[in-house]
Every structure is written in structure tokens, then in C-alpha cells.
């Protein structure tokens, strides 16, 4: 099946700091999506972006679906973006299902 | 627009017994999927219904089952229980068959089995 992998695994960053966390995948998608899960382990869509770019606020995404890996950036973190930050998946083949990577565990120190 | 809801919250078993958790799609939403949550860990595709037929699943046993109402809300249930069972438990709903659309996640159950 699909492969999802994140990286980094665990990032501690200044407050104000920018990061890029990055998903790779290893095969064809039909959508991409980035979550955040906060401390009390709720999920919460920050972009469903299965090509190009999209920003909201603070934050953006790109998906290059061709070379199988997408980006999060974000940039003046705060501490309220700590938590765990999940890529998932459709894969295009194999079923209906969705697929997440490990996560990335953020800190952002004040 | 109501957002997904989850029942219990939290709860504790013992291993070998039975469990049913529920989950309340949000409005104009026809997919839900459920997802399996060790600590430390990524969310596991456990399986996915459309209008009321399972349509995807991930590699769990069948002991683990489930059902979607006409209303379009869910229930998981998990035969004989394991310790390693013990996990938050999500659910998610969406809109369309192939379930690749925005998913909205509910707060979760987390299941603790002694």
C-alpha cells in the first residue's frame, strides 16, 4: 500500500521563528490534506490541497502531486501552534481509504 | 451547522468485553470513516461508509464492525476486546462516495481496556 512519510518527526521552534514541514507520498492521490491536532487530540483541516498553493493567514500549503510531496509552511509561529501536525491522503488506487503520516510533534517555546 | 459529535468521550473495559461507540455526522455530510489512535501515532484507516454500506477498509479484524443509520450517523463496535485496543478513537465525516473530500473529525472516544 501507499506510503506517508513526514519530516521532521519533532521540531522546537522560537516563538516568531518560520518552519517547513514536508510529506512525501508514494503513490498517485486523489487529495492531500494537512491537520493539526491540538493537546486534547482533536483534528482540526488546516488545507485540502491536492495541487498547488493555497495560504490562510499565517500559514500555507503546496502540493506537487507529480513529484509526490507536499509542504507546509508557517510563518511568525505562536505558541498556540503547537501540536501535532498530520499530512493524509486518498490514495488513487486500492480502495477508498485514507492514509496519514506519522505527524510532525511542533513546540513553539514563548 | 452542527460540527461531528462523539459518544462516550471516554471509557473504560476490561479485555474480552464489547464496546459500541457512536458518532453524529455533520449536516449535508454522507461518508463517515473511523480511525484508530495509539498514542504517540498517526490516525489507522479503520473503514469508511457510504450511505449506509461500508465501501473502504483498513487492516483491522472483523471484530471490529460498524453500521451507518439513514440519518447518515455511525456506530464502531469492537468484539472481544485486547489491550492494545486501548486508543482515541476518531471519527470523520464527508461528503461523496470516495470519501476524498474535506474531512471534519469529531473530538474523539478514547477507549481504555484493563
Known amino acids: 500500500g501507499i506510503q506517508v512519510e513526514q519530516s521532521p518527526p519533532d521540531l522546537i521552534l522560537q516563538e516568531g521563528a518560520n518552519s517547513t514541514l514536508r510529506c512525501n507520498f508514494s503513490?498517485?492521490?486523489?487529495?492531500l490534506q494537512w491537520f493539526h491536532q491540538n493537546p486534547w487530540g482533536q483534528l482540526i483541516n488546516l488545507f485540502y490541497i491536492p495541487s498547488g498553493t493555497k495560504q490562510n493567514g499565517r500559514l500555507s500549503a503546496t502540493t506537487v502531486a507529480t513529484e509526490r510531496y507536499s509542504l507546509l509552511y508557517i510563518s511568525s509561529s505562536q505558541t498556540t501552534d503547537s501540536g501535532v501536525y498530520f499530512c493524509?491522503?486518498?490514495?488513487?488506487?486500492?480502495?477508498?481509504?485514507?492514509?496519514f503520516g506519522a505527524g510532525t510533534r511542533l513546540f513553539v517555546k514563548a | 451547522e452542527t460540527g461531528v459529535t462523539q459518544s462516550p468521550t471516554h471509557l473504560i473495559k476490561t479485555r474480552g468485553q464489547q464496546v459500541t461507540l457512536r458518532c453524529s455526522s455533520q449536516s449535508g455530510h454522507n461518508t463517515v470513516s473511523w480511525y484508530q489512535q495509539a498514542l504517540g501515532q498517526g490516525p489507522q484507516f479503520i473503514f469508511q461508509?457510504?450511505?449506509?454500506?461500508?465501501?473502504g477498509r483498513g487492516n483491522f479484524p472483523p471484530r471490529f464492525s460498524g453500521l451507518q443509520f439513514p440519518n447518515y450517523s455511525s456506530e464502531l463496535n469492537v468484539n472481544a476486546l485486547e489491550l492494545d485496543d486501548s486508543a482515541l478513537y476518531l471519527c470523520?465525516?464527508?461528503?461523496?462516495?470516495?470519501?476524498?473530500?474535506?474531512?471534519?473529525f469529531g473530538a474523539g472516544s478514547r477507549l481504555t481496556v484493563l
Open positions: 493524509a491522503v486518498n490514495p488513487y488506487t486500492g480502495g477508498f481509504k485514507t492514509i
Open positions: 470523520a465525516s464527508s461528503s461523496g462516495q470516495s470519501g476524498a473530500n474535506v474531512l471534519t
Open positions: 503513490d498517485s492521490v486523489n487529495n
Open positions: 461508509y457510504y450511505r449506509e454500506e461500508e465501501n
